[in-house]
């Protein structure tokens, strides 16, 4: 008998207002077939103060929807009370979502997830993130189906990015603040407009990149649709889904049909793309040819 | 008493490395010509026999020679890399300079009095990263991103000991965390974490457009070059595109670092290695670059002032940055 796939909602990684943010966990608690959900800020520490006066209502209204509830920490720390930040939650006893190495040093051994931002290509490196007591790894988006397979058999702890605009590079640099000729110190938070990111399109005019303030994007939603079979056959036991504005309910139930085998391929693909995407369904990284690929048509 | 200052050269060919070593560098580094080290590039690199040779030279003159094995291992072919470990010690590497812990921690375990540096491709940005591979691996050195301001590099130096710290002063720029970047791979489906390689000339293109040189990268248009306008290698991050309905350098203008004005400030703080970029470059560039910034350190070593502007004058007319260091760059 194959493993049931899990569902796991990724933290928002758009800077929403507050209301926003509230309410769209508000709906995933009641309403999203997801089994983990991981919030917490991960890409500008500067957006933190918001979203930390509401955060323990929100987590308690997951939990009495029946998620689990995973704290997912700052991908790229630099500064001293950005570290003491994390610190603080592995403190307060959350479950920690680790995306810098920095993190899993803070952890000392203590059991939690690795998130997408920690560089693991092999089962050698994800073999030593288990020894230091990861127990669910969301491995990079740019892995091919290929290294999965080598990676994920027999360890039913690993996860893939399986829906949303893939994450690609992090800086210490915000480009909202640039785009609109000013730097990060006094960037007015201008990243706030564009919530599924800032698109970026190439001098001719062709979609290229989503910028959301220190972290580039692809401009296209990954899906990994069609191979949700090839990925449970490869031992992977949970499929990330990264949250956009478009309707996420609907996005997790059209996964959690297929992962059941109650929707085909083609029909999910379908159902996906009536949806608000910022961008096309794309599953080049998956198929090893670049990111950017759109889904092949049947 | 304090560790004398080491310059830190490139060596993209064996013919570069003893340009480097002639030139004045303390030491060198470079990497084998396949997939395990990040500048993955047609013509560049060290088979076996040239990399023990390299040593040999560079011992020869008292240089050291470092071996980047500085990509992320593949899934089920970790053997090439772990292959490049032994071959790098046999042939008389003085580090290894690597990313993948995986690849760290097998290098620790095979070889357990091996110094091990820890490459800018891993990203180390706090006290506590470096906490990790110090005290798990024994990382001898960290070469910090270029992410940093001299602040936070003089706090990480701090708390880094007994690893040392090295920084690079000069040369090319990434303006994404290293190693954790993936513009390369979305647009080509080529990666530095990967295959070692960004923006790859296999997949840069060039057309006429009207007046203007068009530059396609994965047959994305990211640059046009007005006629007589100096055409620069076209890099995905520094390229040119529309966003919020203007036309701009959104990432970095084509710019390449260079601190040699923080040179003074950063022996102050405790940095032990400053590493100039360009595996990539021609000899004369090596030979001019590292003899310039030899003098500048002996210079700063013997208590005297150095000449500033004649490092400045290096960059080949292209425009220079301190970038991160600096607080006002993000």
Sequence with gaps: MTQRLSLTLGSVLFNWPVKQWVDFYARIADEAPVDRVCLGEVVCSKRKPFVDDVTLEVVDRLERGGKEVVYSTLALPTGKREIRDIGDMIQAGYQIEANDIATVHLLNGKAHSVGPFINIYNEDTLALHLKLGATRICLPPELPLESIRTMAQGNAAVEVFAFGRPPLALSARCYSARAKGTAKDACQFVCDRDRDGMNVETLDGVPFLAVNGTQTLGFVVTAVVRHVEALRDAGVVSLRLSPQTCDMVRVARIFRDLADGSTTPQEASESLSVLHLPGPLSDGFLRGVPGCSVTEVD | ?330
């Design chain 2, 1 to 330: 008493m304090t560790t004398p200052l080491e310059l830190v050269c490139p060596a993209g060919t064996p013919a570069g490395l003893r340009t480097a070593v002639d030139a004045g560098a303390h030491s060198v580094y470079c990497g084998f010509r396949d997939e395990t080290n990040a500048r993955n590039f047609p013509g560049l690199n060290f088979d076996r026999a040239e990399m023990r040779e390299a040593a040999a030279y560079a011992h020869a003159h008292d240089a050291k020679i470092a071996i980047a094995l500085n990509t992320f291992m593949r899934a089920g072919a970790t053997d090439l890399w772990k292959r490049g470990v032994d071959d790098a010690v046999a042939a008389g590497a003085d580090a290894l300079i690597m990313a993948d812990v995986g690849l760290v921690d097998y290098a620790r375990k095979a070889h357990p009095k091996q110094r091990l540096h820890l490459s800018v491709q891993a990203a180390a940005a706090t006290p506590e990263a470096i906490a990790f591979y110090r005290d798990h691996f024994g990382i001898a050195r960290v070469v910090l991103p270029r992410v940093l301001t001299v602040e936070e590099v003089s706090r990480l130096t701090a708390h880094a000991a007994p690893c040392e710290t090295e920084v690079f002063v000069f040369g090319g720029l990434c303006v994404m965390a290293e190693g954790r970047c993936m513009l390369s791979s979305y647009a080509t489906g080529k990666s530095p974490n990967m295959t070692g390689v960004c923006s790859p000339p296999s997949h840069v293109t060039y057309r006429e457009d009207r007046d203007a040189l068009v530059a396609c990268v994965g047959g994305f248009t990211i640059e046009r070059f007005e006629r007589g306008e100096p055409a620069g290698y076209p890099t995905l991050c520094k390229g040119r595109f529309l966003a919020d309905g203007a036309m701009s350098h959104l990432f970095e203008d084509p710019v390449s670092l260079n601190a040699v004005a923080l040179l003074p400030r950063l022996a102050e703080i405790g940095v032990t290695a400053f590493k100039i970029e360009g595996r990539q470059r021609g000899r004369a560039y090596i030979s001019s670059v590292v003899r310039a910034f030899r003098k500048a350190i002996d210079a700063m070593a013997a208590g005297k002032k150095f000449d500033i502007d004649e490092l400045r004058g290096l960059t080949e007319g292209q425009r220079d940055t301190v970038g991160a260091y600096k607080k006002t760059w993000r």
